[in-house]
C-alpha cells in the first residue's frame, strides 16, 4: 500500500515537473483598432488636402505616397506622386472652384495599417454653387507612422451634359 502511494506521489511529482517545465506558448498580442478615431484621422487629412487645394497652390503635400496612383475621371491614371502633384497645380491654375470632401466609411485592416475609405465630394464654384457632386474611394496605407493615399478614384453623380 505505501508503495502504491509513493508511487502515485512520485508520478504527480514528476507530471507536475513536466507540465511546469514545459514552455508556454505565446498568444498573440490582440491590435486594438479603434474605428472612429481613424476615421477622425483620414477626414482630417481630407480637409487638409482640401484646404491646401482650395488655397490655389499646391505645396508639400502629404496627401499622397510616392507610389500612388490617382484614377480621375476622363483620362489615363496618373502614375506617382509627383504626376499626381502636377496634375492638381494645372487645375489649380485653371479655376476658382472649392472642393469639400465628407468620409462616409472606414474598412480598416486587422493590424491597422490599411484603410479604405469611401466618401463623397463637392465642388462650388466662386458664388458658392454646387457644380460637381459625387463620390470617391481611396486606399491608405501607414507609412512612417502616418497614413498615405496609395490609390484613389471618384466617380461624379452629376448628369452628363
Known sequence: MKKMILKGISLGCI????????PQKEKPV?????KEQIKKEI??????FAELYNSGEVRNIGYYADDAISFFQNRA??????????FLKNDIASTTDKISFKTNEVFVSNDGNQVVEIGYFTVVD???TP????????????RNGKYVA???MSASDMPLK
Do not use: H, W
Open 126 to 128: 466662386s458664388t458658392g
Open 15 to 22: 507530471l507536475s515537473l513536466m507540465f511546469a517545465c514545459n
Open 150 to 152: 496609395l490609390r484613389d
Open 131 to 142: 457644380i460637381n457632386t459625387g463620390n470617391y474611394m481611396s486606399l491608405f496605407e501607414k
Open 43 to 48: 477626414q482630417a487629412k481630407e480637409d487638409s
Open 77 to 86: 491614371p496618373l502614375v506617382g506622386k509627383d504626376a499626381i502633384v502636377t
Open 30 to 34: 490582440a491590435v486594438i483598432i479603434d
